[in-house]
């Protein structure tokens, strides 16, 4: 079945550093998220990317559908960045998503 | 906007108890609703998948029986944990696809119910 891999599987960083967060996938790539948790907390959508390049303040992804892989890169990284980076994949139909394991990230000061 | 809202956010039940869970969406219809399970220190896996106009299809080591789903329209979904135990404690996410949407579009989420088994 279908693989999501992410790397790392954790990472700290000293507060204005940088990060680049990666996610594989085994199958061909129709549409894939990347989203944020906070320890104990909520799922929040951070991109819908499913090609190409996005930007949204300090968080840029980039998508590249022939070589089944996407990347998450925080610039000057805060504090407030601290928590787990998931990305999840659609299938086929685009009716359900698979998961990856995630990366937790750590900013300290 | 799309919204997905989820009702309650948190509950503790006994175990051996039932527990039910509600998704609503706002602002747009959902052709499909997934149910999403995180236990403790584990990713998202997929519970079940509810489409419109099909079958409530379920994943493998999740059964109806257990997790019976109601979908009576575009807008909500309820899933119960039937006979709650220990194993079935995690955050429960909903996902919705809207209806008349791209074919690939983006899927919105609930902020999840956390259900604590005691």
């Known amino acids: 079945g279908q693989q999501v891999q992410q790397s790392p599987t954790s990472l700290v960083l000293q507060e204005g550093e940088n990060a680049e967060l990666q996610c594989n996938f085994s199958t061909s790539l129709n549409s894939m998220q990347w989203f944020y948790q906070r320890p104990g907390g909520s799922l929040i959508s951070v991109f819908y990317n499913p090609s190409g390049t996005k930007q949204s303040g300090r968080l840029t992804s980039t998508t590249v559908i022939k070589e089944r892989r996407s990347s998450l890169h925080i610039s000057s990284s805060q504090i407030t960045d601290s928590g787990t980076y998931l990305c999840?994949?659609?299938?086929?139909?685009?009716?359900?998503?698979?998961f990856g394991a995630g990366t937790r990230l750590k900013v300290i000061a | 906007g799309a919204l997905v809202y989820q009702y309650p956010r948190r509950t503790i039940c006994k175990s051996g108890t039932s527990m039910r869970m509600e998704c609503q969406a706002v602002?747009?219809?959902?052709?499909?609703v997934a149910w999403y399970r995180q236990s403790p220190q584990k990713t998202f896996e997929l519970i079940a998948l509810?489409?419109?106009?099909?079958?409530?299809?379920?994943e493998q080591n999740f059964t109806q029986e257990k997790f019976p789903i109601s979908h009576p329209n575009l807008s909500f979904s309820s899933m119960t944990v039937l006979n709650a135990y220990l194993e079935d404690r995690g955050l429960y996410l909903c996902g919705a696809r809207r209806l008349g949407g791209r074919v690939y579009a983006e899927q919105f989420f609930g902020p999840g119910t956390r259900l604590t088994v005691l």
């Open positions: 999840a994949m659609g299938d086929t139909g685009n009716y359900k998503y698979v």
């Open positions: 602002g747009f219809q959902a052709t499909s």
């Open positions: 509810s489409t419109v106009n099909s079958a409530i299809k379920y």
